[in-house]
Structure formats: C-alpha cells, structure tokens
C-alpha cells in the first residue's frame, strides 16, 4: 500500500466541508446546508492553500472564505465551518461571533485539538452570551501539518533548528518548540491512519521527541480506541506496520547547504518555493520602456506548481540541461499538436477533392478539435509557465555562477577537496555571498579531517575579504570539534561515505562526477515564444546520484538486519505493552522519514529515487518540521554562530 | 473526531453552576433542535430551489444516458424529445439564476461580505450546471458521430447493389433484342421493345440521377446536424468568452474612470502651470520696472 499524505488530507478536508456528515448521507446541493462560509486562520490557510483552490472550494460548495482575525460582517442564514487552531484567540472569537450572530450556525473544527481546559472556555463563553445553540458541531481535525506531495509533507514551524539548538535558550522554549514537532507528528500519524515503529538515533532532540510521541500515541491508544480503526479499518489488522525514523538536522548538515542541479531543489533553492508556489520578479518589458512611460517596478509573477502538473512530476527529478531539453521537446509537440488540428479543420482544403468527404471530415475534425481544445490550452499553459521558470533559473545561474560552486561541492562531497580552487572561487566575483559561505561550509562539513589552523584562518580572511560574516564557519567548526555533525559523526556516516558510492553505483556511470560543464547559453526570447536551446558542449554528467546520508541510514533501517550501527537507533513501539523491551521488527516496506530541523527537496529526491528503484519497491514519506533553502539554514546557522558567541 | 457530545454536557454543566434558570436551559436545548427549522431568507430558498433543479437535471440525464448513447436502444424521436427536454429545463435553470442574480444587484442596503456570498452562491449554481451540461454535450457528440457511421454504412450499401444492376441492363437488352426480333410482327409490337428499351435506360439514369440527390440530401443533413451540435458547443465557449469578456470591459470601465481623473488632474495642473507663467511674467516687469526706478532715484 502505497502512503499518499495529500490525498488523505484532501480526503479529511472535503469531509470537514461538508460538515462531518456521515458519508451516506451526503446529499449535493439539494439541502440546506449547501453553501457556506469557511474561517481560516493563518496556520490553517497554509495548509488549505497547497490542497484546494478556490474553484476547488467551490465545488464542495464554500461560497467565501474568510480569515479569523479580520472583520468580519453578518451573513444571516449561513452556516459557518470554521478551521483553526485550538487556541486561545480561536476560542475566542469563535464565542466573539456567535454572541454576534454573524451565522447562523458554527461548525468548529480544530486542529490539532482542543484542551479540555478551552473546551470549559468555550463551554463557559456560549453560555454567557447564550448562544450555544447556534454551535453545531466541535471536532478535533488533527491536520496540522502541510502535505505539499504525495510523499512529502512539512509542519511549517519555523526556525525550529534555531530554538533547538540554541545554547541560550530556556527551557520552556525548548519544550514548547518540541510540543509542536509532537503535535505535527500526532496529526500526521492520525491523516494516514498508522501507527507505526519508531526508530531515531540515540541521544539529542530526536529521542526526545520520540519518547513524547511514543507516549501521545500510547495514551490515544489507551483512551479511544477508535481513533486509529476508523480511519483505516483494514490498515489496523495489517501485519505490515510502517516505520517511522527521525533524525536530528545534525545528522547531515551538509545536504541543507549544497548546490544543487536538479529541477526541483534549483527552483526551491533559487526562486524560494514555499507551498507550491513560486514568486518571481520580472522586469517590465522592455518595449514599455522605449514607449517613455515611467519605469515600472518589476512585476511579480507567481507560478502554482505541484501535483497534476505533468511537466513538474516528469522533471522534478532531472538535471537542469535535460530539463531544457525537455521544455523544448514538449513544446515542438504542443506545435505539432496544433498544426495537426489546423489541418484537420479545413485550414487546407484540398480543393479538387470531393466535396461532400472534405465536409464530413471538416466537421469531424471541428468535433474533435472542439473537445481537445481546452486540454491543449492547458498543456501551452503549462508549458509556458515552464519556460519562465527555466529562463529564470537560468539567469540566476549565469549570474551567480551555480554551475562552478555544483562542481566543486561534488568533488568536496567525492572526497577530491579542492582547497585551492575553493580559495579561487572565493575570492572570485561569482557568485553571492551566501553562495560562498555555503561552499566554504560543505568543505569543511565533508573533509575528512578537520582543516589546520592556518587553512581555516585562510578562507576565514578570503570570506572576511568577501563581505561575508564568518559567523557560521566557526559554529560550525565548533560543532564539528565537537563530533556533533558531519561525516566523522554518525556512525552510519562512515561505511555510509563508501556504502554511498557503491550502493548508488547503479548507474555505473559515477566514477567521474566532475565531468565538463559548458554554460548553457540561450537566445534571450521573451515569455511565450519558443525557445532555441543552444546547447553547446556536454553537458555535466550524471552526478545527482550522491547519496544522502538518510538514504543509506534508511535502507540498513528498513532491511532491519541487526548490525552495530544501528544498535545505536533506539527503538519504540507504541502497541507494545510498557516496559517489554520493543523489537525492531522484519524488513519494512513503508517508512516514513522525519527530519527536526528542517528538510529539503534534495534529500526527498534521493529518498524517492532510492525507495523507487528498491527491490520491492518501497514507499518512503519524508517530512520535516519546514522545508529551508540554503540561505535560510545559513541564517540560522549564523544566528547560533553569534548566539553562542563563537 | 466528535466531540459535540462533549461541548454539550460541559454546557450543560456550565449552565446549571452558575445558576441558569431551568426554563432557559430548556429553551437553549430546544432552539439548537429547532434552528434547522428557522425561517431563511427568500435568497437562500431561491437558490436551493435552483440547485434541486439542477440535481433533478443531472439525474434525468444520468437515468437516460444509457438509452440515448448506446445504439437501437431507442428511437430517434425518442432522442430527439429528451434533448429537446435537457435544452428547456436547462434554459430555464439558465435563467432562474440570472434572476438569482439580477436579485442581488436590486437590493440596497446588503454589506459586501453578504453580496459576496450570493454571489458566490450563484457562481455555484452556474458551475454545477455546466458540468450538467457539458457531460450531455458529450452524449450528443457520441450520439453524432454513431449517426455518421451509419449514414456511411448505408452509403456503402447501395454501392453495392449498383454493380448487380449493370448485369440486368444487358438481360434487359437481350430480352429487348429479343424482342426485336419478332421483326414480321405487327409496327406496334416493334416499337414497344425498342421504345421499352429506351423507356427502361432513361427510367434507369433517372432512378441513378434520384438516388445521387437522395445521398446529396442525406450528407446535407447529417452535416446539418453535425453544425447543430458544433454551434451548440461553439455557443457554449462563446458563452464563456463573453464572461470574460464582460469581466474585461468591467475593468476597462474602470481604467476609464482612472483615465478620466488623471484628465481632470491634468487640467489643473495646466492651469497652475499658466497661473504660474503670470505670476513669473508679472515678477519680471516688477522687477524690471524697479530697477528702472532705482536707476532713476539714484541718478
């Protein structure tokens, strides 16, 4: 059975809309309760937004939606689902609108859930202003947390990685921050309906939570029995039980912090995706300008990408050269597509044919075309949307240099450091300067032994010299002295380092990663028209294939052979009894994998390549409590730097 | 998960602590019973007249679609009478909701998250009737093209009786020739055979010449047809378009109105601008005026 989050979540919304009716008795559009107004707050409008748009709304019948803390005004004979937070200003102004009479009725519906002591709150304020009729029903959602894929879903619990690991900070904040990875989990464990085995390395924030979670999931358990049958009654009795790994963002920094060069993470990386969607800037065009009208501040244009989106999941994975390439192909059909409608509708009548066949099949062809045509409107559409993205990338690709920093992470990440070229690129002119401090960092995140002194101060100066704030250099150095992270640290890291070169060698063609990069370079075209790649050169060869330590950690974990790594990965088990020592249980076929601190596309896509190309093949979710681009990790990371006064 | 029965005994609880009288208590408990019952606004019973409708259409289609799609199950009359009774019923809804619609823009005095959310109920309402109505475009394109392979079938057919006639027409000589034979027979009984030969070629170019027009009007009528259902289809992507553009001339007419009062700044600054050029030419002279006279006083 293959885990799919979105759907699950989509299926739990749809069902919150209308109104938790049992599902026998939903009825469309013929009663009363069909068109309603839906209240979202900002934590839950994250995550409606990546699932239902609005004509989506629509169709379950939601006439508007509206945000919690506006104001909001009187529509008199509608029902009112509201989805919020169990909280404190949720309470509120739910009690705030029914005293007013705003609706006609209030369907309320939190997530995660709601505290006994709110639910007194709540109990308490409809009395008061007696209205606690106009309440229809109180559920508890659990659904805190945003499935962005089919596979992939984040809590969107920002900074995470700062408050866990800040040495000033205090207590509360810690459990307050690790109460909401809990709940995250909970409410992702409750979607799909599973109760899995968890696993995570031992000692630090992973075993922490997992000892929290281990122990929600036993009092859920305990209390309602029916909280996890009647989600999945078939899933209960199966004998195949998930695995659940969590891993500490230390586990491996370096994949956060690399360069990437598949289409996925360039586009997260370097056009910020956040939800599915994609903001760019673009400079006004240029004819306006000449006109002599005022210049313009540069547009910004946002992109939906996701699920149903056939280009996105056919390249999500490839490297940007191919992606090209594909744009193209993709676009010559879409032509070839269209001129073929042309002809079938009589935009070349044969004039010598017979007259009465050359009608039929015009107006067949008129049929046909007819009912493609939205479709093909559709595909230029996305397409279209494509080739801004790629062009996009491309101009920040150029300008930055990404290319040269890919090639010099991978070798870093082979093992050839090269301190002299790093040196070179440093203090070069390509390149941001965030793009550097990431390079220096993934060198000194992978070399095999921590560098001398003299060489540290030597990039330090180069990146002084640069305008960048060596802030994260010497917190991380620091964490490294310290075996905290990178390769040297977690046992899995080492047999890991070679286990990755072999066990992704399936391609056979990893032996030279390096290869040859040429610049793409591109006729500027501007947006629509077709583009003529002009690619000169090899282009960089198949050097995506690097593993992330969390694939490899995860293929010896879902194997579930005993060896002394991964002894060090304590084991709990919800369903067994307390104080019988868990086991770890047969091969797994399901995992789902959770990184505290944040994640990143890179390590989904080697994850989902790795789980795709297992015999049997296997269905990993990954998750994490937010998914961070490289800068913004480097902000936190420096952040921690001056915190901890290094 | 539910926890509705847990609100209402914490309610309750609330209730009877701080002393609520046991009249009110009822009165709550029987007004949540009895609130689905309340009376709603002539909007919302409007429109969910409409939307019954708008099921009521979706399952008339749903129950005859088998029949109509599907070959020899019933006749063309039978096709053409429920068509006829989708494209009325669908009017009709067309024009309930634009009634919906007219509604809302007459009465005053509505704030705008109301306005928007009849709005949006109308918006709905539309929606789900052009899924209706675009699934039984599909029955009927079906239905076409099925028409248009049996007119070709019934073509081929009487190309193939064509052949056979070819071999009759020599017997029919033959026997003619025959015929011609009987020379010492009386002058009428000559005739009748050569005349009948003649007779019976024209009868047979006429009946070739009658079965050409036959098919001719037969293709004009299947592509009569066919234009019937591409015009239906066209007009609903007319349709479509002339929301949008609706939308768009919306737009324009506020552009307008942003262009008219960039004119009336326009205008003021124009004049500001001669008000200024006076002010500017009568400072001069001033000025050059006092110079003269300072000239003046000190010579």
Redesign the interface.
Known sequence: MVLNIRQKQIDALVRLLHL?APPSALK?????E??K?LVLDRVTKDIVAPLLRI?DL??H????H?MLEAE???????PAVYFVRGGEEGVERAVADAAAGLY??LHLNFTP??PAPL??K???G???A?C????G??????LSFIALEAGLFSLGLHNTYLQLNDPAARDTQISAASEAVVDGLLSVLITLGIVPIIRCPKGGAAEHIARQLDARLREHLGA?QN?FSEAAPALAASLARPLLCLFDRNFELSVMLQHTWTYKPLVHDVLGLSLNRVTVEEAPPAAAAAVGLAPQAPVKKHFEVGEGDFFWDANGRNQFPKVAEDVDAQLTKYKQAVEELNRQTGAGIDPNGDP?AA??AN??G??AA??SLPELTERKRCIDKHTNLATHLLQAIKARGLDLFYNLEEDMLSGKADAAAMLRLIQGDKGTLADKLRLALVQLLTCEALPSEPEFDRTTSALAAAGADPAALAYVRRMRRLNLTGRAAAAAGEPGGGGGGVAGGGGGALAGLAGQSHLLSWADKTFGQGLSSLTKGVKVLLAGEQQAAVTVAMEALMDGKPSPELDSFAIFDPKAAPGRPARGGGPFREALVFMIGGGNYLEYESLATWAGRATPPKSVVYGATDLLSGEQILAQLAELGRRSGV | ????P??WR??I???QS?G?PEA?MNK??S??IL??L????AY?NA??EV??N??ALAAFVGQHRRDYVQPGRCSEAERDRIEEQVGAFVRTCTDNIARLEASVAAEPAL????V??????A??LS??LHAVGSAFD?CR?LR??QL?QQQRRRRALPEALAPPRQPYSPYDANSGSGGAGWQDGSAEAGMRPEQRQVLEAENAALAEQLANVGH?AA?AE??MR??A??HQ??ST?VMHQSEQIEQLYTQAVAATLNVERGNVHLTKAIAINSSARWYLIAFLLAASFGLLFLDWYSS
């Open positions: 938790n469309s559009g013929g009663d009363d069909a068109y107004v004509n629509r169709k019948g939601v006439t508007l509206l909001r005004q009187a529509i008199p004979d509608v006609d009725s859930c709601l639910m007194q709540l109990a308490a409809m009395v008061a007696s606690a009729q106009r309440v029903k109180v559920y508890d959602q659990y309602r909280l009465g009608g039929q107006t067949r008129l049929m007819v009912s | 998960m539910d926890r509705t847990e609100f914490c309610v609880s609330r209730a701080t609520v009110r709550l408990r007004a949540q609130r689905s309340a009376t709603k606004t919302t429109a969910t939307a019954k708008v099921d704030n705008s998250h109301v928007a959310h009849r709005h949006g109920a918006l709905i929606e789900r599909r394109s076409y093209q248009l001719g293709l299947s592509t066919e234009l259902t591409l289809m066209l992507q």
